[in-house]
């Protein structure tokens, strides 16, 4: 790998990275985008729909992939990590290590390798709930449209019949990791979040109870490239079920775990409430709320979702979740926020909507970023600018047009070089 000199470089190939990287490269300026995945896209590759147009990410991705195909002044890595970043405003100095994917630009995605291979894995793009091969297409619209080996299998003998089955000799077993640097002016850190750890929220039965799920679980079983083809079933026993209760605010807005609000969770809640009465006809909801945050224009959804006569909106903050013996049905309890009235709920499925964690809470940018106490980075006087969900939680298109604010913040950084 060649070092390589460019007046922006992005961190984080998501929506908001995306962006970055097209606006500023669309008015002449030289760019490198940098992802962690074998795959462009960020989270939104595994949703079903986003909101407020309702539709799957598709088009808005594939636009995006179009438009980084069509422009030479982006030089996108995947499957590299940033070990570090230094200098200063209008001089950084971003090291990137690049890891193999055993994969090269020969392949033409043709499934030869997959079909001929004997090893599996769990699926992280799934959050673990079905297998793949070792050899794989991260997703039908993967960008770049390339498999990729998963590193614990390099080095297995087995792996041997799927690089032999590829009929143009694109699987190379033997690439090694390789190291480069990127000189850029300024640094655009994009490198969006994680849902917070249902785990630790012990009362709600997460990894407990096999019925209780999160919400970016709930994306995967809706989508139709998911581990159910699009069918919305319970984990337990793989049957559709009949009463689906969502907790809002799993543990956002509390001081042991998430203290703030990460303001897209109740649009997307309701988002998913569609999702179970659009496939399962006669499926009752139940949504357990402190309070409907549906600001702007989402508020329509709220309005519309209220005309459904079979979703329900209880005021009540969950307490607890528990499993029936034998059934794998869920009761949840209740407090109503305003009366203090207990109550309880027999369901089948438990969807947990929980918040929103920075990736940068965990990896800050290694330069002079600030972040507040929660992990998000503040703007400030630098050249190293968080963007999207680095910088608080956002919606999709939120976080477009905060990425595309963002990128020109990045160029006049640039200017003061």
């Not at 964690?357 to 980075?377: Q, S």
């Amino acid at each position: 790998m060649e070092n390589l000199t460019v007046d922006i470089c992005v961190v984080g190939g998501g929506m908001a990275g995306m962006t970055a990287a097209l606006e500023a490269a669309e008015i002449g300026k030289e760019v490198a985008l940098i992802e962690k995945e074998a795959y462009l896209g960020g989270r939104v590759a595994r949703m079903y729909h986003y909101f407020p147009k309702q539709c799957p990410p598709t088009c808005g991705l594939e636009i995006n992939f179009r438009r980084i195909r069509q422009n030479p002044r982006i030089h996108y890595f995947t499957l590299a990590d940033v070990e570090s970043v230094d200098g200063q405003d209008g001089a950084y100095t971003v090291k990137v290590r690049q890891n193999p994917r055993f994969v090269n630009e020969k392949c033409t995605a043709c499934g030869e390798c997959e079909t001929a291979c004997e090893l599996e894995r769990e699926s992280a793009f799934d959050y673990g709930l079905k297998k793949t091969k070792a050899v794989y297409l991260p997703h039908p619209m993967a960008f770049p449209l390339r498999h990729v080996v998963d590193p614990a299998f390099a080095g297995d003998a087995k792996m041997k019949a799927a690089a032999e089955a590829c009929p143009v000799d694109a699987i190379d077993l033997g690439q090694q990791a390789e190291n480069f640097d990127i000189a850029a002016g300024a640094v655009v850190w994009a490198t969006g979040w994680k849902p917070y750890d249902a785990a630790k929220i012990e009362n709600l039965g997460f990894g407990q109870c096999k019925n209780v799920i999160n919400n970016v679980i709930m994306e995967r079983l809706a989508a139709p490239n998911g581990p159910t083809d699009g069918k919305i079933l319970r984990p337990s026993d793989q049957k559709e079920p009949t009463k689906v209760a969502f907790a809002q605010c799993a543990g956002s807005r509390d001081e042991n775990h998430l203290p703030y609000c990460s303001a897209v969770c109740c649009a997307a809640t309701i988002k998913q409430a569609a999702y179970v009465r659009e496939k399962l006809p006669d499926a009752e909801v139940h949504v357990f709320y402190i309070d409907i945050r549906t600001p702007g224009r989402l508020e329509d959804i709220y309005a519309n979702a209220q005309e459904d006569e079979k979703l329900f909106f209880h005021r009540g903050k969950a307490a607890r979740v528990t499993e029936k013996p034998g059934s794998g049905n869920l009761v949840i309890e209740a407090e109503n926020t305003l009366t203090g009235e207990k109550s309880e709920m027999e369901v089948d499925l438990v969807v947990l909507a929980t918040g929103m964690v920075p990736n940068t809470a965990d990896t800050p940018p290694t330069a002079d970023a600030v972040r507040d106490d929660w992990g998000f980075l503040v703007d400030g006087d630098t050249g190293v600018i968080g963007a999207g969900v680095s910088s608080r939680p956002l919606d999709v298109s939120a976080s477009v047009q905060d990425a595309t604010g963002k990128a020109m913040k990045a160029i006049c950084a640039k200017a003061r070089e």
